[in-house]
């Protein structure tokens, strides 16, 4: 039987987008730690649509995860049709203050983890001459930001790495999408520490600045994979804003961004 596994599926853009593919009528495999929600969305989305939906518990920060993942859907022997490589975190605030195995761990579930989901199920997708793989990046991708340099460059990587193994895997009729999301009204901030002392500059309010919620994002990937794209930004501002600093350089958009972050910290840091 065919599923659609979906990481980070307990919450935020994940959790929206395993409950569209539920009504869809995809079955379902979600990953994430948090078991008890798992366990909840599982029994609510079958009763519900009718699906076959199963859950694997797993931290994806840890190096063996991917491979427990791959080895418990060949058991279970779930034919994994398409892969969302969606689960990532953030981190923010001034690079050498941050601990440094929690900007690793960061690396290790943003990177390494989605390289090898990527590498594990691509394998049965190229044999079978079908399949599907999104890797979720964000706009972060497309320049450096200071002070949340870790997660701004592991987004780069997933830019690059998903775009040239797209290519790869034209000839074998396995669809690659690198999907990048701007700013979505989720966990994001609170899980990466943005809204904490240090890092406060960071965290944009969601009442003022532009965002998305997770359930257009999750509309917008379908629609983008329903079209076969292999790059899509969601949001049409987003979309505006990459083009934008595609234009550019480097080093100037680092600069501005740096500034403007001491800036706001500064007034943040004004007696009132
Ligand atoms: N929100 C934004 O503004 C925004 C913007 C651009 C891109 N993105 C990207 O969109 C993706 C989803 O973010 P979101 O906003 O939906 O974040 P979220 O609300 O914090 O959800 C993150 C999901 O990832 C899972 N996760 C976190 N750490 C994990 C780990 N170590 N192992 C396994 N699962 C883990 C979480 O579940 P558990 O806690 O249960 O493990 C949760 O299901 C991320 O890749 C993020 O970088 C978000």
């Known amino acids: 039987m065919k599923y659609t596994l979906v990481t980070g599926a307990s919450a935020g853009i994940g959790e929206a987008l395993a409950r569209k593919l539920a009504q869809r009528k995809h079955n379902l495999v979600l990953v994430a730690r948090n078991a008890e929600k798992l366990a909840e ?40 049709d398409a892969l969302v490589n969606n689960a990532g975190i953030g981190s923010g605030g001034e690079f050498a203050t941050l601990s440094l195995a929690s900007e690793l761990a960061l690396l290790q579930l943003n990177n390494a ?57 034209q000839p074998y009729g396995v669809h690659l999408m690198l999907f990048a999301p701007g700013l979505t009204k989720t ?26 919620t997770a359930e257009e994002v999750a509309d917008e990937l379908l629609q983008a994979w329903d079209t076969k794209k292999q790059f899509y930004v969601s949001g049409r501002r987003n979309r505006l804003g990459f083009r934008l600093v595609a234009l550019m350089p480097h080093t100037t958009i680092a600069r501005y961004m740096a500034r403007s972050y001491r800036k706001k910290l500064a007034q943040q840091s004004l007696p009132s």
């Open 187 to 212: 966990n994001f901030n609170e899980s990466a520490g943005i809204n904490n002392e240090k890092s406060i500059g960071l965290s944009s309010d969601y009442q003022t600045a532009v965002h998305q």
């Open 41 to 80: 969305m599982r029994k609510q989305l079958q009763q519900q649509y009718g699906i076959q939906v199963a859950f694997i518990a797993a931290d994806l920060s840890k190096p063996d995860a991917a491979d427990q993942i791959f080895r418990e859907t060949q058991q279970q022997n779930w034919e994994i």
């Open 113 to 169: 983890s989605l390289v090898a989901m990527t590498h594990l199920f691509l394998k049965p997708m190229r044999e079978r001459r079908r399949g599907t793989i999104i890797n979720v990046a964000s706009m972060a991708a497309f320049a450096p930001i200071p002070y949340m340099a870790t997660y701004a460059a592991s987004k780069a990587f997933v830019r690059a790495f998903t775009e040239a193994i797209a290519e790869e895997c």
